[in-house]
Nanobody, 123 residues
Framework: QVQVVESGGGLVQAGGTLRLSCAASGSIFSIRVMGWYRQAPGKQRELVARITSSAGSTNYADSVKGRFTISRDNAKNTVYLQMNNLKPEDTAVYYC????????????????WGQGTQVTVSS
């Protein structure tokens, strides 16, 4: 009933830019937070950036601060990740995460993951 779909990945050269999008749809009453995680081959999945839907508070991994910007469009249940000055170490599958409620009570919150989108940065 809930789908989280990423788009915007691709292959870029070091120093290039990409903009990822993630849209949540389905039985959603409210989204608490959306964010981006990534997982490189042989490595653990790590947080890249998160943003709350209420105040728009953000947090970033140290490795992407100053280069990546997360934003959201609450009306569209969509989150974006603007990635500038990409580095080869940014190469990973990027996963969108959404924490949301499906009832007006907003008592129960569920986490959903997208399928991932590949970002490859060549050097």
């Amino acid at each position: 009933q809930v789908q989280v779909v990423e788009s915007g990945g691709g292959l870029v050269q070091a120093g290039g830019t990409l903009r990822l999008s993630c849209a949540a749809s389905g039985s959603i009453f409210s989204i608490r937070v959306m964010g981006w995680y990534r997982q490189a081959p042989g490595k653990q999945r790590e947080l890249v950036a998160r943003i709350t839907s209420s105040a728009g508070s953000t947090n970033y991994a140290d490795s992407v601060k100053g280069r990546f910007t997360i934003s959201r469009d609450n009306a569209k249940n969509t989150v974006y990740l603007q990635m500038n000055n990409l580095k080869p170490e940014d190469t990973a599958v990027y996963y969108c995460y959404a924490e949301l409620s499906r009832e007006f009570t907003m008592r129960d919150w569920y986490g959903y993951w997208g399928q991932g989108t590949q970002v490859t940065v060549s050097s």
